[in-house]
């Protein structure tokens, strides 16, 4: 693998190469918009939301997270991970790389992984290293978001994600598609304007949200504040039908364990539709896929 660097491209710009976590890098990412955001734009990130990053990003809530065992993981193998890669791919120039912003749209950056200098094609790609604790059955959509934004910004057709999910290696090439590509671009530039006119994103029901807006109103002062009567029948409403919903998917998560006995997976026509996962030695619990 190379230690040098890509410096320019024919539609986007080099700006940096600042250490994931610092200062310096939260600033260039603070003022556009990046290929780990425009998957939470798109609503294909169940972790976060468009609201709490619309938050993180007018710096109304800390956007620093911390070091757990799963992004410390991370951090430490992506290295080792993508120098495997360029080992198994001598036709591919590997290189280090830093942030790029778009020449003509400066709200529009890429960061990605690393590059790589196709020597049959002559072609730049795009290489984006991931891990995960449990294997993929297909890589996940905010990922693909992810590279797709890359390309875009940085004018490239092709993006590999090179992945150890469960113990398993995953390579999975990316071809850029233009349709997905715009349909990205115009949910980041509504958010981009709604962040530069301060306005809001919408309600959508998300634990992030709703953690979010805890973090936004911490303090508790002895006050009353009236709110619309609608509101109040709709938060009951929503409370009686949660209750009835958490009834129902247990009774249904507990029929499905029982079914299954101390099998991990439970299977229609060999599709894995719920598995069996356990933390620290404790009974296991049932996850539902898809």
Same mark, same amino acid.
């Given at each position: 693998m190379k230690n040098k660097y890509l410096?320019?491209? *024919?539609? !986007?710009?080099?700006? %940096?190469?600042?250490?994931s976590g610092t200062d310096e890098w939260h600033a260039l990412r603070k003022g556009a918009i990046g290929g780990s955001e425009v998957g939470t734009i798109a609503g294909l990130?169940?972790?976060? @939301?468009a609201y709490t990053l619309w938050h993180k990003k007018l710096g109304l809530i800390e956007d620093k997270i911390d070091a757990n065992w799963s992004i410390r993981f991370g951090r430490a193998f992506e290295r080792p991970i993508l120098e495997m890669f360029a080992e198994d791919h001598p036709e591919l120039e590997v290189m280090e790389t830093g942030t790029f912003r778009h020449k003509n749209?400066?709200?529009q950056s890429a960061n990605p992984d690393a590059v790589a200098l196709n020597t049959?094609? %002559?072609?730049?790609?795009i290489i984006e290293i991931k891990t995960a604790r449990a294997g993929w059955e297909e890589v996940p959509q905010s990922y693909v978001a992810q590279v797709q934004w890359y390309m875009h910004v940085m004018g490239f057709d092709t993006a590999?994600?090179?992945? =150890? !999910?469960?113990?398993?290696?995953? *390579?999975?090439?990316i071809e850029y598609d233009k349709f997905f590509a715009e349909a990205l671009e115009a949910s980041a530039h509504r958010f981009y304007k709604a962040m530069t006119d301060g306005v809001k994103p919408d309600w959508d029901g998300s634990q992030s949200t709703y953690e979010t807006v805890r973090r936004t109103n911490p303090m508790l002062s002895d006050e009353s504040v009236e709110i619309p009567e609608e509101l109040a029948i709709r938060l009951k409403e929503a409370n009686n039908s949660s209750k009835e919903a958490t009834q129902q998917l247990n009774k249904a998560k @507990?029929? $499905?364990?029982?079914?299954i006995g101390s099998a991990k997976y439970a299977?229609?026509? @060999?599709?894995? =539709? !719920?598995?069996k996962q356990s933390?620290?030695? @404790?009974?296991?619990?049932? $996850?539902?896929? %898809?």
């Open positions: 410096q320019n491209t *024919e539609t !986007a710009e080099f700006i %940096g190469d600042p250490e990130n169940p972790w976060e @939301s749209n400066q709200w049959t094609t %002559g072609k730049y790609e590999r994600i090179v992945a =150890v !999910a469960g113990w398993s290696w995953y *390579e999975q090439v @507990s029929m $499905v364990h029982d079914a299977t229609v026509e @060999s599709k894995v =539709v !719920a598995l933390r620290n030695g @404790s009974a296991p619990y049932l $996850v539902i896929k %898809g």
